[in-house]
């Protein structure tokens, strides 16, 4: 967590919190706590990772606020200085203050997502209404913005380079966005928003993991698991008996079992039972129910849009994105619906075609997408994923990654032994330059627990930083939620695993190359994010990659010919379905946020259910991400903002397209030119110019059409 997300933090402070610190932002006082946190210590731990071994639950709270009082501090200390304001004075030492606040807000946010338990939760609830009342302290106290403000209007008086011009434009721009310029009043009702919208954020989260682990499907009779994969059965058995339900068959929500399930099984009550089950998370009534909170959380953010001055949260949001405006995000959405709702329309067709030659007669619906699709595909293109699965042994695809990285910038990766990690089932690894240089520490963890949030994300327990001139190198971690093992063979890949992997890997890479000195100009934007990701994808099966990696799991064959044939003629069939389901998500999260006016009796189920009908979205395709369960849009991170992968995707078609032309998919130039314009230099230049700095033009739409089979 970086200083800027810190100043953005919200929920309402408790009142006795508030009382200590009302007196002129005296910092908190803190009781003395044990010597034993490992917080308050130098890690001593190799590479200085997180000693996760020794951090106990009850160490996070007094770590947060110490580290609050800590800061408080370091920003009295700022406005206390008689001295005129500098940018060493006042935007330096304000970008470096909170050290201790971040490594716990790392290591803490880390685990709540990758292993929590309810005490973390708890933590949670408890400590997201001081993290924003902290935070609107210091965005809200007049006297730091006086100073930041004096900075900014005179910094023509100084000679700042460009990282520091950017970082005093981010951080009088976060101080603006963040109340400085508002009345007391204003800023007072902006502080109970913001603590409003965060403990939302937290129990939308909270209750999705809920609802996600709550459910199950049991199957007894081994006749109903026709059609599904050995492995698969096999996972689902070791399931069963690990929660006492021995000679019976367990299928969850989390991906690795209910998308194979769907694509798979023969049994089509048992698909609509399970596929019902996934969609309506969040909307079964009772404590974990998530359209109350839905409807709160919109309406408090466009209060809290309309007290900013703008007239609805979008807009609000927008202005620190690439696209800018609703307007520029709804064009491209709108450019890319009609061709993928008509190549959607056309795999219906096929569907339906199967289902007829089942000599069945229903209409095709959402249950039976996935199951008939691949059908479908082995008619057309004699494709059947589970011949592709046996060459995509998680530890091969992971091993054609490094070696991607290694061939594209030079750089290594070796598994670490006896360092700690954040759960036992993640793998360490370090990462040198391709001089041999220390670049970091990379953890990956691969496969779904019911501590863990379901999806795939990269994130960190360390960002890059300089200490006293020294960088200071960060630690990565990469989690996911992949098929397992089976009794008889190691995990084996899906297509869409291996993409993720790669995907996420390619955050990793961001993270691991930036190259900045100011933790305030560390993150681009939102909408910009994707791009060092999703660039990654392209070259998972490319065949001159397949023939290094892609080796079969029990003769260490190579993937022969015929099957990468395959995999590249129907690698773009699909696209209908996936990029309609992605807009259908995408539009949703828009039209909650273009909102100008909150209705008194909104309802999340209609207000849904008129969205997606007003596109003519096909019944048979839900939006990937229904109301109830959009995490990345109400859990926070990517509200008004689930755009960005499309957006990036126009970004990143374009710039894998200057590899293609230069007739070499592993070209170390371009990629160093990669490395330099997109990965290292964080937000130091605006975020298109950054891109134009590496392509020499901008990107448009076509090579994201083309590279979905749109075009």
């Known amino acids: 967590m970086n200083k800027r997300t810190i100043l953005t933090l919200s929920a309402a402070f408790t009142l ?63 406005v206390v200085n008689r001295a005129v304001p500098t940018f060493e004075n006042t935007i330096a030492a304000l970008d470096r203050s909170g050290q201790l606040l971040n490594k716990v807000s790392y290591v803490f946010y880390g685990q709540t997502n990758a292993h929590s338990n309810d005490e973390l939760n708890k933590v949670s609830r408890e400590v997201s209404p001081l993290l924003s009342k902290h935070g609107d302290l210091i965005s809200m106290n007049e006297e730091l913005f006086k100073k930041v ?20 434009d981010e951080t009088y721009k976060d101080f603006v966005r963040g109340g400085a310029l508002l009345s007391e009043a204003d800023k007072k009702k902006l502080s109970e928003l913001n603590g409003e919208i965060a ?18 499907l049991v199957i007894d009779d081994k006749a109903k698991l026709a059609g599904l994969p050995e492995a698969l059965v096999q996972n689902a058995a070791k399931v069963a008996a690990e929660r006492g339900q021995t000679g019976k068959w367990i299928f969850t929500l989390h991906t690795p079992s209910i998308m194979p399930f769907l694509q798979y099984s023969d049994v089509r009550e048992l698909r609509e039972e399970i596929f019902n089950a996934y969609i309506n998370r969040g909307t ?54 009609k061709p993928a709702l008509k190549a959607a329309k056309n795999e219906y067709a096929d569907i339906q075609a199967e289902v007829k030659k089942d000599g069945k007669k229903f209409k095709a619906e959402g249950w039976d997408w996935r199951y008939y699709a691949e059908r479908a595909k082995k008619a057309k293109f004699g494709y059947d994923e589970e011949l592709i699965r046996p060459y995509l042994a998680l530890g091969n695809v992971r091993d054609g990654m490094f070696l991607l990285a290694n061939k594209l910038y030079g750089i290594t990766f070796t598994k670490l032994e006896n360092i700690p990690t954040p759960h036992p089932d993640a793998e360490a690894f370090e990462c040198k ?88 100009v560390s993150s681009v934007a939102r909408d910009f994010v994707e791009l060092p990701s999703q660039v990654m994808e392209h070259w998972v099966f490319e065949p001159a990659l397949l023939k290094e990696y892609a080796r079969h799991y029990k003769t260490g064959e ?33 039209d909650y946020h273009v909102q100008s006016k909150f209705a008194k009796n909104f309802n ?48 990143d078609a374009d710039a894998y397209n200057a590899f293609e032309e230069s007739g070499d998919i592993f070209n170390k130039s371009i990629a160093e030119k990669f490395r330099r314009y997109i990965l290292q230099p964080g937000s130091i230049d605006d975020e298109m110019q950054m891109y134009i700095n590496f392509r020499g033009q901008k990107p448009n739409a076509d090579a994201l059409l083309r590279n979905r089979g749109l075009k």
């Open 16 to 78: 006795a919190v508030t009382n200590a610190v009302a007196n002129e932002n005296e910092p908190m006082l803190i009781n003395e706590v044990a010597n034993t946190n490992p917080f308050f210590a130098e890690y001593d731990t190799p590479f200085g990772v997180p000693p996760f071994d020794k951090i106990k639950n009850e160490h996070y709270m007094p770590a947060f606020l110490k580290g609050m009082e800590e800061q408080l501090q370091e920003i009295r200390a700022i």
């Open 149 to 168: 403000k004096y900075v900014y209007d005179n910094q023509a008086k100084e000679n700042l380079t460009k990282e520091q011009k950017k970082l005093l």
């Open 558 to 590: 190579l993937m022969p010919q015929e099957l990468i044939d395959k995999l590249e003629a129907c690698g773009k069939y699909g696209q209908g379905f996936a990029t309609t389901e992605f807009l259908a998500a995408a539009l949703l999260d828009m």
């Open 604 to 651: 999340v189920g209609k207000f849904e259910k008129r969205t997606l009908k007003k596109r003519g979205l096909l019944s048979a395709i839900p939006p990937r991400y229904r109301t109830t369960y959009f995490s990345h849009t109400m859990g926070g991170g990517y509200t008004a903002g689930y755009y960005s992968y499309l957006w990036a995707e126009v970004l």
């Open 199 to 216: 403990m939302l954020q937290v129990k939308f989260g909270q209750n999705l993991l809920a609802e996600t682990n709550n459910y199950q």
């Open 433 to 520: 330059d391709v001089d041999g240089t220390h670049l970091g520490v990379l953890y990956l963890d691969y496969h779904p627990r019911a501590s863990k949030r379901g999806g795939a994300w990269c994130g960190q327990y360390r960002g890059q930083s300089y200490e006293n001139g020294k960088k200071v190198a960060p630690v990565v971690t990469v989690v996911c939620n992949f098929t397992p093992a089976s009794a008889d063979a190691p995990s084996l890949l899906t297509v869409d695993e291996a993409q993720t992997l790669f995907h996420e890997f390619g955050h990793a890479l961001h993270n691991l190359f930036r190259d900045v000195h100011y933790s305030g």
């Open 284 to 337: 079964n009534g009772g404590e974990n129910d998530n359209n109350e909170v839905v409807e709160q959380l919109v309406k408090a953010r466009l209060e809290k849009a309309k007290l900013m001055g703008h007239e609805d949260y979008a807009s609000l949001v927008l202005e620190t994105r690439m696209a800018k405006t609703s307007e520029a995000v709804y064009d491209l959405l709108d450019q890319v619906w």
